[in-house]
């Protein structure tokens, strides 16, 4: 339907022709003037009814959501590669840093392998194999296999952590001197605990209290107990907790404790070949002549 507009009015007229004349004003007829064809005006729209509609607006916002979306994920997969081995070497750097050896000494120093629920090496399991349980520590756990990284130059090893805090996951790494009891040192980090209160495990001056520590007391696994309100001085298996993070310091001795119980027969197996080796009788190198 068409509309016209009287020029000297305004007064606007719907029909295939203008009126004889207007019915306001009464000028004649070319007085009008042609101001929408809307037969012609619903052809143009185009694609959805033109730019302006509910439809184009909605498909136009669907269409770029998809395309941000495909790229994102292209980023992502092409970054995957160089994401994971970053992660990596934080873990590798962490591995290191528990044992007080340098960033970077990972590759010359660690020899990683696991072992299972007897304490013997799986040698089907090769040493990147085990580093990459890491990724999923806790499946590595429930199918039991055990990884363990071991200085090659002092028989030092690091037994990696994984738990629950307050808010979410926290982990870790103990580092055992050769007599698999004597904490060399440790390293703990967090998902999501609170800044200031449970997020203080991550923090170098917490973590300075176990070194020296002891997991062992004649025999049994003690684990490292985290005391709320303070160890007593010259307590061997225990720690300093953190005021207001009480929820997080549970968490961090189950942690020990939990993924400690994991290797005992691998530290037992250790100390034991050890004290077999020191029961040997030295060989007599003196001449019978």
Same mark, same amino acid.
Request: proline residues 4%; charged residues 20%; glycine residues 10%.
């Given at each position: 339907?068409?509309?016209?507009?009287?020029?000297?009015?305004?007064?606007?007229?719907?029909?295939?022709?203008?009126?004889?004349?207007?019915?306001?004003?009464?000028?004649?007829?070319?007085?009008?003037? !042609?101001?929408?064809?809307?037969?012609?005006?619903?052809?143009?729209?185009?694609?959805?009814?033109?730019?302006?509609?509910?439809?184009?607006?909605?498909?136009?916002?669907?269409?770029?959501?998809?395309?941000?979306?495909?790229?994102?994920?292209?980023?992502?997969?092409? !970054?995957?590669?160089?994401?994971?081995?970053?992660?990596?070497?934080?873990?590798?750097?962490?591995?290191?840093?528990?044992?007080?050896?340098?960033?970077?000494?990972?590759?010359?120093?660690?020899?990683?392998?696991?072992?299972?629920?007897?304490?013997?090496?799986?040698?089907?399991?090769?040493?990147?194999?085990?580093?990459?349980?890491?990724?999923?520590?806790?499946?590595?756990?429930?199918?039991?296999?055990?990884?363990?990284?071991?200085?090659?130059?002092?028989?030092?090893?690091?037994?990696?952590?994984?738990?629950?805090?307050?808010?979410?996951?926290?982990?870790?790494?103990?580092?055992?001197?050769?007599?698999?009891?004597?904490?060399?040192?440790?390293?703990?980090?967090?998902?999501?605990?609170?800044?200031? !209160?449970?997020?203080?495990?991550?923090?170098?001056?917490?973590?300075?209290?176990?070194?020296?520590? #002891?997991?062992?007391?004649?025999?049994?696994?003690?684990?490292?107990?985290?005391?709320?309100?303070?160890?007593? #001085?010259?307590?061997?298996?225990?720690?300093?907790?953190?005021?207001?993070?009480?929820?997080?310091?549970?968490? !961090?001795?189950?942690?020990?404790?939990?993924?400690?119980?994991?290797?005992?027969?691998?530290?037992?197996?250790?100390?034991?070949?050890?004290?077999?080796?020191?029961?040997?009788?030295?060989?007599?190198?003196?001449?019978?002549?």
């Amino acid at each position: 339907m068409k509309k016209y507009k009287c020029s000297v009015c305004g007064y606007i007229h719907e029909g295939d022709t203008p009126p004889a004349k207007c019915p306001v004003c009464g000028v004649p007829a070319e007085k009008f003037e !042609l101001i929408e064809d809307s037969s012609t005006q619903k052809k143009s729209k185009g694609f959805l009814g033109g730019k302006d509609s509910s439809a184009y607006i909605i498909f136009y916002s669907v269409v770029m959501v998809v395309l941000v979306a495909v790229v994102l994920a292209v980023t992502s997969l092409s !970054l995957q590669d160089k994401q994971n081995a970053n992660i990596m070497n934080e873990k590798k750097d962490a591995i290191t840093a528990s044992m007080g050896e340098a960033i970077g000494t990972y590759d010359q120093l660690i020899n990683a392998f696991a072992v299972d629920n007897s304490g013997k090496v799986i040698e089907s399991i090769s040493a990147d194999d085990a580093l990459n349980m890491l990724f999923d520590l806790p499946a590595a756990f429930a199918d039991g296999t055990y990884p363990v990284f071991e200085n090659k130059e002092n028989g030092e090893v690091v037994i990696p952590l994984t738990g629950k805090g307050l808010w979410d996951d926290i982990w870790g790494y103990i580092a055992l001197e050769g007599d698999m009891n004597t904490v060399k040192g440790v390293v703990f980090d967090h998902a999501g605990e609170t800044p200031g !209160l449970g997020a203080e495990i991550a923090t170098p001056k917490y973590q300075a209290q176990f070194p020296g520590k #002891e997991i062992f007391n004649n025999g049994e696994l003690v684990s490292i107990s985290v005391v709320k309100g303070g160890a007593e #001085e010259g307590d061997k298996h225990g720690v300093d907790a953190i005021s207001g993070g009480t929820k997080t310091c549970n968490g !961090l001795e189950n942690m020990i404790r939990n993924c400690l119980t994991y290797y005992v027969p691998y530290f037992e197996s250790k100390t034991v070949g050890a004290n077999e080796t020191n029961d040997v009788e030295p060989v007599n190198t003196e001449s019978n002549e």
